[in-house]
């Protein structure tokens, strides 16, 4: 029988899922994912899973979405994962699975199309998929986007990240599984694009009675809709971690009771468990008058270059306009707003790294010491000893194929400061790492690296964006202690943030930024 | 994100006729073009071309905006072509080494004309056609491996996200101190390490993407479609005008006794 008969016979009806012993090696690594875990999760139940990062939270996730394996003969697998009784390679369509990074998550460019796409790999006959792709973005609340009725040739290309989420769930819902799995699904969401995704999950599973895995970090936002939270132990990590242990379930059980049981334990994990704000240093100069050292005027930004059409230039249309602000030494400030309000534009347009579309930024002169007022026209050398710039993806400043090139690159090409290298090292707890290759790194260890390695060329104003999302407690208690402890020294700190409790720790002035009133206005997805 | 896989507010008549069609019409146009070097075929099938410019929703402002570079390629191919092609008739124009004939003026100007008709095909095609739908008619009409077609389609929405990536991956470097200053050579290591995190990025997405569509059950040997490919009557015209362009341009160059075979 075609696995795709086979999915179409049990469609909807709510999935088991049996792990006995599995455990899972990915092809080209010596230990493990994966090790003898033992798992079952009967049908309807709603799954949140936990532990540590390394523990193959997302392995099993991929697993039981069918998409390990596969063509590598290298890979290694050992007990079994059943769904249903059986593997669920053969099962197409039976689980859907959400990945954390919402432009990944589309396939096609129209609307409808994208939803029906799994639906068409299933052989659904025509008009099926069509009434399920109807009723799918009405369960994720697409249906009407901004309020022109039925959309089904939108771009896709033009939803924000929550939207592109959601969008993922209702093409899931077309395959109508049994199983749904969402790895980290709202980790590159603002906090409306998480209630959002969240809402819309929980709309569904109410409908639908599907079961649901989840894995994220952050308790507090899927507590509620879970009936169980699975701690997985780290697998075979927990081999360099003190002896062999027993590799599998650490905790189980209702949310209430396991919170309760291990909330010291996951807190020390850097699980984001309700109620918790990790502790920070507390500001100690926050007050006291301090030097100009930017300023921005009546800025208006674009992250688009004008354009040429035939022989003439169209200068781009700015995402926002009249901005004003002044950066002192020392102090912080924090810019807020939703998305589509051009924070990162606006302050990638201070840090130098974007030319102004109208108004100017200028540098003062205990900053620009004799480059210049503008910082756009500033050599590259000359920007990263006074504005150092930190991405939301620390990948995208990786230079050098090792941790300690990567810190000595900015100090190696100023020509001092590679004593400072060691004591960054130190501070940011990457020692350790010195040879490995930054892309191997966890995401806590890249980020603290990308705000190491900036750091390194010593300038005075640090840009930081988004520097806490998708980020643990610890790593998150560690940034924000570090930068109040650089502010108090002089430093000043311009950082674009959704996080309040960062800007808390920080201190200082908002500038906040909505959207430009004009119609059809650019949205910035999550991942801006 | 800009996205220019998305077909949005052209309702011309052209945007309703199967892509397979336009696509053949297209290929015949540019297979008989591509035979000859004279100028009166080429403007023949330009003139024709130019006359459904409505139909294909374009005007000759858009064709400017979207066709410029081939456009100014044609007339400077056009060009050389008349400066360096062997003298024959009365030199019209003589500089030092470089002279302008009769004879070549003419060769350089089929040239151009030929470029011009054999582009403008494309752009045509191009601007009346969703990618999208395209896709569907390669596999449920032309019978190619869907796997292959809709994997190429879903890549080439990946391609206007990497070209914002480009823009980001410069920036991050501007910002740890690698610079597009300094020595040719410094330049060029500058963009040959911008282009490796670019590749690094791109990876990274393709590889997701793929497991997002594995996951949506891609990849099955049997499949259905949700949008159906369908001729109709308009698709009949759309190929006898693609063999009526042909057809003119063979035969009035046939007739002026221009026609000259490439090979």
Redesign the interface.
């Known amino acids: 029988m075609p696995a795709s008969d086979a999915a179409s016979s049990a469609a909807g009806r709510p999935a088991a899922v049996s792990a006995r012993g599995w455990g899972w090696r990915h092809a080209g690594r010596s230990t493990p994912a994966v090790q003898g875990l033992d798992l079952e999760i009967s049908p309807g139940e709603r799954v949140l899973l936990l532990g540590p990062s390394g523990a193959g939270k997302s392995t099993l996730l991929h697993a039981l979405a069918g998409v390990l394996g596969g063509d590598d003969d290298d890979a290694d697998e050992s007990g079994t994962l059943l769904i249903d009784g059986a593997a669920p390679r053969g099962q197409r369509g039976r689980a859907g699975l959400m990945q954390q990074d919402p432009e990944t998550q589309v396939v096609l460019s129209r609307l409808g199309d994208d939803v029906a796409f799994g639906a068409e790999n299933l052989a659904v006959p025509r008009e099926e998929i069509w009434k399920r792709v109807h009723e799918a973005l009405d369960d994720v609340g697409l249906r009407s986007l901004a309020g022109v009725g039925l959309a089904l040739d939108h771009p896709t290309s033009a939803l924000s990240g929550g939207q592109k989420q959601r969008l993922a769930l209702a093409g899931i819902l077309a395959m109508r599984p049994g199983l749904i799995l969402l790895d980290e699904p709202t980790a590159n969401l603002d906090p409306a694009g998480v209630l959002e995704v969240r809402d819309a999950v929980a709309r569904c599973l109410d409908k639908t009675g599907a079961t649901l895995v989840v894995v994220e970090h952050r308790v507090s936002v899927w507590k509620d809709l879970v009936d169980r939270i699975v701690v997985l132990q780290p697998g075979s990590a927990a081999g360099s971690a003190g002896g062999t242990g027993t590799p599998g379930v650490l905790l189980d059980g209702p949310p209430d009771q396991v919170l309760e049981q291990a909330r010291g334990m996951l807190m020390a994990a850097g699980v984001w468990v309700p109620g918790y704000v990790p502790a920070t240093r507390v500001r100690t100069r926050a007050e006291e008058p301090a030097e100009l050292l930017l300023a921005a005027q009546d800025l208006a930004v674009s992250r688009e270059r004008a354009r040429r059409r035939g022989f003439k230039t169209i200068p781009p249309v700015p995402v926002q306009s009249g901005i004003t602000a002044q950066v002192r030494a020392g102090q912080a400030l924090t810019i807020t707003g939703p998305n589509g309000a051009g924070k990162s534009t606006f302050a990638l347009t201070l840090a130098g790294l974007l030319a102004p579309v109208d108004g100017k930024v200028s540098a003062a002169v205990g900053l620009s010491d004799g480059a210049g007022i503008d910082p756009f026209a500033w050599k590259a050398e000359q920007l990263i000893s006074r504005i150092g710039t930190v991405f939301q993806e620390p990948e995208h400043q990786f230079v050098t194929g090792r941790v300690l090139d990567e810190l000595m690159f900015g100090p190696r090409h100023l020509g001092h400061g590679e004593e400072r290298v060691d004591e960054l090292l130190e501070r940011l707890r990457l020692t350790h790492l010195v040879d490995a290759n930054p892309y191997t790194l966890s995401g806590g260890e890249k980020r603290r690296l990308s705000v190491a390695t900036v750091l390194a060329a010593h300038p005075k104003v640090l840009v930081l964006d988004e520097p806490t999302f998708g980020q643990d407690a610890n790593t998150w208690a560690e940034l924000a202690s570090f930068l109040s402890e650089l502010l108090d020294a002089g430093t000043s700190v311009v950082s674009v943030t959704h996080d309040e409790e960062f800007s808390a720790v920080l201190g200082g002035t908002e500038l906040r930024l909505d959207p430009a009133s004009r119609s059809g206005s650019r949205q910035e997805a999550g991942a801006a | 994100?800009?996205?220019a896989?998305?077909l949005?507010g052209n309702h011309a008549l052209l945007t309703r006729a199967n892509p397979l069609a336009k696509f053949v019409a297209v290929f015949l146009i540019t297979l008989v073009l591509a035979l000859s070097i004279d100028w009166v075929s080429a403007s023949t099938a330009l003139v024709a071309e130019l006359a459904l410019f409505p139909l294909a929703g374009l005007t000759l402002r858009l064709l400017?905006?979207r066709g410029?570079p081939l456009i100014i390629a044609a007339a400077l191919g056009g060009w050389s072509t008349a400066i360096v092609a062997a003298d024959s008739g009365a030199v019209l124009l003589d500089v030092g080494i470089w002279s302008i004939s009769e004879g070549s003026l003419e060769l350089g100007l089929g040239f151009m004309l030929r470029g011009l008709a054999i582009a403008l095909p494309a752009i045509l095609l191009m601007s009346c056609t969703d990618?999208?739908d395209l896709a569907d008619a390669l596999a449920q009409k032309a019978r190619l491996p869907h796997r292959f077609v809709l994997g190429t389609?879903?890549a080439m929405?990946l391609v206007?996200?990497m070209a914002?990536e480009w823009?980001?991956?410069g920036?991050?470097?501007?910002?740890?101190?690698?610079?597009?200053?300094g020595s040719p050579m410094q330049r060029l290591r500058a963009t040959l390490?911008q282009s490796f995190?670019l590749l690094?990025?791109a990876i990274?997405?393709a590889s997701?993407?793929a497991?997002?569509?594995?996951?949506?059950?891609?990849?099955?040997?049997?499949?259905?479609?949700?949008?159906?490919s369908t001729y109709s009557l308009l698709d009949v015209w759309v190929l006898l005008g693609g063999v009526a362009i042909a057809a003119a341009a063979v035969l009035a160059a046939g007739w002026a006794g221009t026609w000259s075979f490439v090979f």
Do not use: K, N
């Not at chain 2, 740890?176 to 200053?181: C, L």
């Open positions: 994100m800009r996205d896989l998305v949005r400017w905006q410029w990618p999208t389609l879903a929405r206007g996200l914002e823009q980001t991956i920036m991050a470097r501007r910002a740890r101190g690698v610079g597009s200053h390490g995190g690094v990025q990274r997405r997701r993407l497991v997002t569509m594995e996951a949506r059950g891609f990849g099955g040997r049997r499949r259905t479609w949700a949008r159906e």
